[in-house]
């Protein structure tokens, strides 16, 4: 199976990041994290993006706040698929991340998940690489099913307390 490549812009950005790992461990799905950033190690981040397909990366998660350049700066050196993770915290609370992330010019796409979006960034990666292999395409019909139940049972228990 190809490997998830997540990089963030910062080790403070790793309780965000946490989430995508969980998520990607909860499916069996390998993966590498690094702290790279589009401005303090420019050099790094590009060689990470540029190497990344022949390194076995399927997919690649760029998580990073405030001036978040690094998922445009990574999809700017790979055509593999590159979701960002604008990060909240700073003095505009993530919306400075949100359009850094998402304002891609055309020809350079980013598929940019929510504010501190980190699971979905995991689950989009996952049905991304889940297009070439049926057992992951079924551990996540079966994910949705059980989360499905999960409000279910919540619908009940509304009915049951009002
Ligand atoms: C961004 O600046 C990082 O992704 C992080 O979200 C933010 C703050 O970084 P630190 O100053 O905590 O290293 O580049």
């Not at 990041?17 to 050099?43: C, G, N, Q, W």
């Not at 990344?52 to 978040?68: H, P, T």
């Not at 991304?128 to 009940?156: F, G, P, T, W």
Request: glycine share 8%; aromatic share 2%; proline share 4%.
């Amino acid at each position: 199976m190809k490997k998830v490549g997540i990089i963030m812009g910062s080790d403070s950005d790793l309780p965000i990041v946490k989430k995508a790992t969980d998520m990607l461990s909860t499916l069996d799905i390998p993966f590498e994290v690094h702290v790279y950033s589009a401005h303090r190690t420019p050099v790094e981040a590009r060689d990470f993006a540029l190497n990344a397909r022949k390194n076995g990366f399927g997919v690649l998660i760029a998580a990073a706040g405030m001036a978040a350049h690094l998922a445009g700066a990574i999809a700017a050196n790979t055509t593999l698929p590159v979701i960002g993770i604008p990060c909240k915290g700073g003095m505009m609370d993530g919306l400075d991340a949100l359009l850094s992330t998402v304002q891609m010019p055309t020809g350079i796409p980013v598929a940019t998940v929510a504010l501190n979006g980190a699971a979905n960034a995991a689950l989009l990666a996952a049905q991304i690489i889940a297009v070439e292999d049926a057992d992951l395409a079924a551990k996540l019909d079966a994910k949705r099913a059980s989360d499905a139940a999960v409000v279910l049972e919540k619908d009940k228990g509304i009915s049951e307390r009002l």
